[in-house]
């Protein structure tokens, strides 16, 4: 019986380490923070699909998590949380939340924020006149 009870302790303790494991290797938690900015069209071609149109709710990954391209085809919810200056200190707009596709890679040097929006997807959560806001984004 003692023996029986022991196999169920280390079944469950190992199921409990693989499903903390998962969590630990995610790479972008619940939320994360950093800042947006936005880019204009055309929108193509992209460094993910070529000259394919994802349409226009879409964002181009800066190195945070580009993952060698393995952010191509994510979702990700952006949210507004507020302005980066004193010009426009409170742009963020309605619910301030848009769902984005991963289309395009932002590379360093050029890159001013951690996920680069499309002009669209960036004026459904803040006034473009901002040009950078901060936000909260996870992976939908």
Not at 6 to 14: G, R
Not at 51 to 70: T, Y
Request: glycine content about 10%.
């Amino acid at each position: 019986m003692a023996i029986i009870r022991l196999c169920f302790s280390l079944v469950s303790l190992t199921a409990m380490l693989l499903i903390l494991s998962l969590n630990a290797i995610s790479p972008i938690s619940a939320q994360d923070s950093g800042t947006a900015t936005y880019y204009t069209p055309p929108y193509t071609p992209s460094a993910c699909y070529g000259f394919e149109d994802n349409g226009v709710m879409i964002a181009a990954a800066s190195d945070v998590f580009w993952n060698d391209g393995g952010a191509c085809g994510q979702m990700y919810e952006v949210s507004c949380l507020s302005g980066t200056n004193e010009g426009n200190p409170e742009p963020c707009l309605g619910s301030g939340s848009v769902v984005v596709k991963i289309v395009d890679h932002c590379p360093p040097g050029s890159c001013r924020g951690t996920i680069d929006l499309s002009q669209q997807a960036f004026q459904s959560i803040a006034d473009t006149d901002a040009g950078v806001i901060n936000i909260s984004y996870q992976l939908v």
